[in-house]
Structures are given as C-alpha cells and as structure tokens.
C-alpha cells in the first residue's frame, strides 16, 4: 500500500480527528492520546460517517451494582444508529466476530524520511586522472 503524508504532527493534537480523501475513499483519522488510530469512514450498518460519531468509552461491571468506566475514548459510536466500534481494532461490539469497520495503519514518520522519497537514483563513483574525469560504470 502507498503512504500518504495527511498532516503535520503539530497540526494534529491529541484528542483531535480528521477526515481524509484517498484516492476516493474517506478515512477517518484519530490522534487518542497521542496514538494514531484509522478507520473507514462508512458504518459497516448503513454508511454512517464514523468521523462524525462520538468518541466514548465503556461501561464495565464484574458484578450487579459494581460498574468501572474504562478505555474512555477509545470507542467510536456511529451518528446514525448508534453502532459502536473500537478505534484501535475496528471491531462492533455488536457483532465482534462479523462486524468491523475497515482498519487503516498510520504511523507518525520524521520529515526527513519523507522528504527523500521512494525514488533513489543510481550513483557511480568518480574520480581524477590526470585532467581527465573518469567515471566508473
């Protein structure tokens, strides 16, 4: 797969998303915390833009009247259904074994690595001989 550079790190603080455009496909991107999560914008239930949903987290309860509020932000619930979705995995809580939002990996790279390019040129080593520029190929 390609890589596309989608914003600069101090553009995109904690807490913040974005939505981009691949080649056609919106991607829903997620900075929690610090961490970088990538999802297909389109509910898997009806197309729902996941870029627009509400980040939450889970209600947790090993017993009856004992409840923990955990991995707050982490999930993803879609605006038009309510489907809920794990930011880091794609995975539905209502179907985990069937149901998923399409997972994209992203990454944070230093700018130098970008600026070079995929493309590397072939060099040659060259050296003087009496006046003459010699190139060894």
């Known amino acids: 797969m390609a890589k596309h550079v989608i914003a600069a790190l101090r553009e995109f603080p904690a807490g913040t998303r974005k939505l981009v455009d691949i080649r ?77 939002a399409r997972q994209f990996s992203v990454s944070v790279a230093p700018g130098a690595t970008l600026v070079e390019g995929p493309y590397v040129a072939e060099t040659f080593p060259v050296s003087i001989e009496d006046d003459y520029v010699v190139l060894d190929a």
């Open 24 to 100: 056609g496909r919106q991607i829903a991107v997620f900075n929690i915390k610090g961490e970088f999560f990538a999802l297909a914008n389109r509910c898997p239930h009806q197309g729902g833009s996941l870029c627009e949903g509400r980040l939450t987290g889970l209600i947790e309860s090993s017993e009856p009247g004992q409840y923990r509020y955990s991995r707050q932000g982490e999930i993803i619930r879609c605006p038009w259904h309510g489907w809920e979705f794990d930011v880091r995995t794609g995975k539905s809580w209502c179907d985990p074994s069937r149901i998923r």
